[in-house]
Structures are given as C-alpha cells and as structure tokens.
C-alpha cells in the first residue's frame, strides 16, 4: 500500500531518474493526460481524460522528415528516445494500447509507434468513479482491468495497493524502490450503469453490410470526427507535405473514414453518404480487426457517446445491430 | 423540466405527419445519457410520442437541411418539417436566402423558447440566449407556444466578445494562441454549423494545399480564420459550433464578432428576413467602404 503523497514522491522521483512523465492534469478542455513538471499538479478523481494515449504514442501531428527541393535533401526526423512513464491512466486506456499494440506491430510495424511502446511504462490507476457513458464492463475488460498496465494502482481508502503486471512493471517498481503488494483486496470496483450485449455481432456484421440499419443508426450523424479522434483505439492518418517554396516538412496527421475526403489521395472515397462512413467504424472495430488481429477494437470508454455533439450512441448502436433481423 | 409545449407539439407533428403535408419530421427525443437530449427523424405519426420539448434542446436541426436524407428527399419533391427555436430559424432563413432550400419544402414548427441549458447541473441558461432577440419566432409555418412561453433568460449579459476586446494585442494574441492550439481539426464546429454547406472544405484540400492541414497552431489559426471569415454576415449566433467542439473551445467568438461588425458597419443581420439579399450579393450605392463603391 501506497499513500497519495509517496505515490507523488515516486512519480518525482521518476522524472529525476529522467522519465518524461505524463498525468491527468486539469485544463481549458477538461482534465487532460499531458507532460508535466510537477506531481503536485495531477488529478484523480476525474472519470476519465479528455484525450486518449494517442497523444502519446500516435500524436495528432507528427513530423516524419525535412526536405529541401533546392538542394534536393530529405531527412527523418528523430524521434526522442528518452523514457516515457505514463501515469494515472484508466484501464480502458491501458487495454486500448493492447490493441493498438496488435494492429500496429506485427506483420507490419508501424516503427515510430512501436519504439514509443518500447520505452513507455505503463502506471495505470484503477476507477473509483465511472459515468453514464462508461461501459468497459461490456466489452470484456472492467474498472479494475490490468490489460495492458505494467503497474496497477487499485484505490483502498485513501491509499493505493500497488499490483505490478508485467516484467516492465517490476522492472520499473524496483527502479523506484517500490514494492507490489500481494493477498490486499482494494475497495470494490465501481458499478457501471451502461450495458450492452454483443453476443452475435459479428456473426451480424459478417452478414449485414447493405442491410437499411445502417441509414437509421447512422442519421444523427453529421460527419464530423469528434467520435473517432476521442477514441483510444481509431488510428488512421495521413501523410502530407507542409512547406515553403523550397523547405518544408513531411508530416503524419490524424484522419478518418468519417471525412468525405477520406483517402482520396490513393483515388477516391468509396463511402459514399454519412451512412456508409459510419458503417465503416462499426466494421472496422467489430469486424475488420476482428478478422484480422481477433480482438474487438473498442474498450467501452465511452469517449464517442460523451463527444458525439448529436447524441449517436455507441452501445444503442451495438444493440440495434444485435437485435436487427 | 417537461414544458407545457411537447404536448401541443406533439399534437402538430402527428397531424403533419399523418396528413402527409410533410415526409419527414425532424425534432428533439430523449438521449440514454441523463437528461439530455438527441435530434430524433420521425416519418409516421406514431413515432411523435418520442418528440420532447424542454430546456435542454440546444440543437441547431437546421443543419440536417443541409445533409442527407433531407436534400434528397427536397430534391425529389418532399417536405421537411423542422422542429426550430428562434435562432434556429434565423438560420432556416439564410439558408433559404442562399437558394440552398425553397421556403415551401421546409416546415417550421416554430417555438416559443425561455432559453436553453447546455449543462443539466448548471441553473443558467447558455450563454448564446442571454439578450436574444428572437424568443417567439417572427418566421414559421406552425407556431406552438406564445409570447407567454417566452420567459425571461436568467443569468448574466453577455459580454465574452467585450472581453476580448478590452484586451491589449498581445494579450489577445495569447488568448487565441491557448484556446485555438488544442483544437485537434475534427471539425465538428464546421460539421455542426448550418452555414457550412460547402462540398469541400477549402482546409481539406490538397491540390493545391491552400492552407496547412495539420492540427497545429498555425494550421489551426488557418482554418477558424477562414471559417470566421465565410461566416461574416451570415452566422446566426446558434453556438452551435462551440457546443460541438469536445476541446470546449469558444469558437463561435470570431463569427460572431464578424457578423457583429457586418450588422454595425452595414445594418444588416443574418436570419432576419428570409426575403433580402444575402449580405454578400448586396452591391449598394451608399456602401460605407469607398473601396467598392
């Protein structure tokens, strides 16, 4: 067991043995995971960040190279290779990292990606509070869930109980002279009001991709990408060129089949209408990586309910498509 | 808090729907998350019990003209009814004043309105209704409630744009640089906005790139500058972009200024009268800039 202020000692300690450490920390937009500099300032008793850990390992902007048309040079830009401690994440953020971890490094390795993996450690802090729109219960994980943590932290009181999960967490618990605890029960996880049934989804999905569900279950939907930019697992991007006459950058951006102008680079968008996009989220999380890494892309944040300006519902969405003959 | 319109409302929309005089009914119905509150479409008069009205429907439909199912429907003969408050009518207006839809597709249920919440713990009204001029709707085929609906709107002035104003150049510059660096480029406020019609957006093109893509400041400044700017004039003030945007950024203060500026140098306002010229059509003999003269 851990108290608050030696837990916020650790995390100092941690930055002087040169971790870049990132917090939940209140700002304009809400509580947000970012760097910091001083422990004193993290939250804790927010449900959930604002932004997910993609701002971590796959950032909105990210500068792949400079070029230079006059002289005809172009480099990669190196990433920082210093250590990363994440902290005070919640478990659906942790278990979303698996998940990107499956579909970014494999077969195919998204390099930049999987070396911010390699020397990110993961100190996750398990819920005490969960909102309307939480339902990671459904989805296979929990409030108190140590998918993809390398240290868990459950609340018990005021303190925390330490649980390392991984061979990084232990690493990293040692490092800090921590020790895990073993054989303590932490207080009972939250109760999550939000709950769906998936059973037969698939199944469904598999099925059903000209079916007229996806014009009612879609109609709310304006085509924006506030559902898929909060989402902790949605990936895709772009790759543009930023520049002056002569020099400039190559630049790796946030992007997503909810645009009309979605990969139209490599041709056209062939989703025509706000319907066909929206099917396209559905599938690509239930079905798509389904198919192809066997895990479901979704860990019940929640962050598209509570983002959607609109109302479009992920779970009666999911509970429409299971019902729908 | 129910209001003593969702039942004529009701009442109204079962008799449109059923009488065919429209083919689609768009209006407000309850969301899973609290109190809140979602845009629901309604095609039989059967669905109307799922219409609601109260204080916590901020949504501007108008911008579900723009967008389909309703611009096939118009385009093949049908009529859209929409459930709208004042603000939002201003914006049915503009739209009807830019040709983008006949006057006689679109059917305006219009509502007497005391004000919206955005927030079901906050007391106040949004802040877009403080001093709104247009509580009962002066343009509608179908008025339900009165001037007697139409409550006094609780909280302070609004004076965000004063604000702004009273601060020196730098300190305005260290405003935007704050409040526009977070926004992440989903473009919900322009999804949200019913001004923003356009095919493509000139900040996803690419050939040529006219102005930088990416989520970064600069890129940013680019694209709410941009927005601002097409928005002179014809922004209606609904906030709708602002309560779109999950990075809880204020970016309905710059149309705003800009369309305050257009009704301050030119009298004309937005929304007000679906039978003048849009602002930007208008060339005038006795036009303030010399310029254009």
């Given amino acids: 067991m851990i108290s608050k202020e030696r837990l916020l000692d650790a995390i100092r300690e941690a930055g002087a043995k040169d971790y870049a450490v990132f917090a939940p920390v209140a700002k304009d937009a809400g509580v947000m995971l970012e760097e910091i500099d001083d422990p004193a300032s993290i939250n804790f008793d927010h449900v959930l960040t604002v932004n997910t850990l993609k701002d971590v390992g796959l950032p909105r902007v990210e500068a792949l190279a400079e070029f230079d048309r006059d002289a005809r040079t172009m480099e990669a830009i190196r990433d920082d290779d210093g250590k990363v401690l994440v902290f005070g994440s919640r478990p659906c953020d942790a278990a979303a990292q698996k998940i990107l971890d499956a579909i970014l490094i494999g077969e195919i390795t998204d390099s930049r990606y999987a070396a911010r993996r390699e020397r990110m450690v993961m100190m996750t802090l398990a819920c005490s509070t969960a909102d309307d729109a939480c339902f990671c219960s459904s989805m296979g994980y929990g409030p108190h869930d140590p998918t993809g943590s390398d240290v868990l932290l459950l609340p018990k009181g005021t303190e925390f109980i330490v649980r390392s999960h991984t061979p990084r967490g232990e690493e990293f618990l040692r490092e800090l002279g921590m020790t895990p605890d073993a054989d303590v029960e932490g207080d009972p996880p939250p109760e999550l009001k939000r709950k769906v049934e998936t059973g037969g989804l698939k ?43 002569s020099r400039g950058r190559r630049l790796r951006l946030w992007d997503t089949c909810s645009f009309a102008g979605f990969t139209k680079m ?38 598209c309910i509570r983002a959607c300006p609109y109302g479009v519902d992920l779970c009666e969405v999911l509970e429409a498509l299971v019902g729908n003959e | 808090m129910t209001s003593n319109l969702e039942e004529p409302l009701r009442a109204k929309a079962a008799e449109l729907l059923s009488s065919g005089k429209v083919d689609l009914l768009i209006g407000y119905g309850r969301a899973f998350l609290g109190e809140s509150v979602r845009p629901v479409f ?10 609601i009205w109260n204080d916590r429907c901020a949504h501007n439909l108008a911008t579900y003209l723009m967008k389909e199912p309703c611009l096939g429907l118009v385009k093949g003969g049908g009529r859209v009814a929409v459930v709208a408050k004042g603000c939002d009518i201003r914006a049915i207006a503009t739209l009807i004043q830019e040709n983008q839809i006949e006057r006689d597709r679109v059917h305006i249920i219009g509502m007497a309105c005391s004000g919206v919440r955005y927030d079901e713990d906050s007391r106040d009204m949004a802040i877009k209704c403080r001093g709104c001029e247009v509580q009962l709707p002066a343009l509608y085929d179908d008025l339900i409630g009165s001037e007697a609906d139409t409550g006094e709107v609780e909280g302070e002035p609004r004076e965000d744009i004063e604000r702004i104003l009273a601060l020196d150049r730098s300190a305005r510059w260290e405003f935007w640089t704050r409040e526009l660096s977070r926004c992440i480029k989903c473009y919900a406020c322009r999804q949200a906005c019913p001004m923003c019609y356009c095919g493509e957006c000139i900040t996803e093109k690419s050939r040529p790139q006219w102005i930088d893509k990416a989520a970064s400041l600069k890129g940013n400044i680019a ?51 679906p039978e003048a010229d849009p602002f930007f059509l208008v060339n005038r003999q006795d036009d303030p800039g010399e310029f254009i003269r």
């Avoid at chain 1, 199944?203 to 059903?208: G, P, S, T």
């Avoid at chain 1, 009612?216 to 949605?234: L, Q």
């Avoid at chain 2, 950024?249 to 929304?271: H, N, T």
Wanted: a positive charge; aromatic letters at 10%.
């Fill in chain 1, 266 to 303: 490599a041709s056209h968008q062939p989703r025509v209408g706000r319907h066909a996009r929206y099917r396209q989220r559905i599938m690509h999380k239930f079905k798509y990586t389904v198919d192809n890494v066997n895990l479901v892309a979704c860990v019940g944040d929640g962050r």
């Fill in chain 2, 42 to 51: 309604l095609r039989q008069d059967a669905d109307t019990a799922k219409l």
């Fill in chain 1, 203 to 245: 199944e469904k999905l598999d099925k059903n991709f000209d079916d007229p569900i996806w014009n009612s279950v879609s109609e709310n939907c304006v085509s924006c990408g506030a559902c898929f930019y909060m989402c902790p697992t949605c990936h895709c991007f772009d790759v543009i060129d930023e520049s002056g006459l």
């Fill in chain 2, 223 to 273: 694209f709410h500058y941009i927005r601002a700017m097409h928005l002179a004039g014809r922004c209606v003030a609904c906030g709708e972009c602002a309560r779109a945007c999950p990075m809880n950024i204020p970016v309905d203060l710059l149309s705003r200024f800009l369309s305050r500026r257009v009704e301050e140098a030119y009298a004309y306002k937005a929304g007000m009268d």
